[in-house]
Nanobody, 120 residues
């Protein structure tokens, strides 16, 4: 198991921005085929927000966040980020970082989440 820790959440007004950060216990994301950010609100299913592919090239975004959110890694591959701009109240959720191990079909490792609240 890999321990993932998210940070950067908080309270922000509509239209504001936040940058979430994810750190792995091993200190690097180099060995994972892909990483992703999910979010979940109480009583609803977990939603894939953004995905970064195996070599840092391909990306995928939920339709609801396209053009507003950006997933990335730093140059040393020590952190995975989710830059969130033009935030809406509907973005309020707990955001989770997840990784897919080599040859795995599922995102097996998850962080404990960071709360994002978009409100006036």
């Amino acid at each position: 198991q890999v321990q993932l820790v998210e940070s950067g959440g908080g309270l922000v007004q509509p239209g504001g921005s936040l940058r979430l950060s994810c750190a792995a216990s091993g200190g690097t994301f180099r060995h994972y085929p892909d990483t992703a950010w999910f979010r979940q609100v109480p009583g609803e299913e977990r939603e894939l927000v953004a995905r970064l592919g195996w070599s840092g090239g391909s990306t995928n975004y939920a339709d609801s966040v396209k053009g507003r959110f950006t997933i990335s890694r730093d140059d040393a591959m020590n952190r995975v980020y989710l830059q969130m701009n033009s935030l809406k109240p509907e973005d309020t959720a707990i955001y989770y970082c997840a990784v897919r191990p080599p040859l795995a079909l599922n995102y097996a490792y998850w962080g404990q989440g960071t709360q994002v609240t978009v409100s006036t």
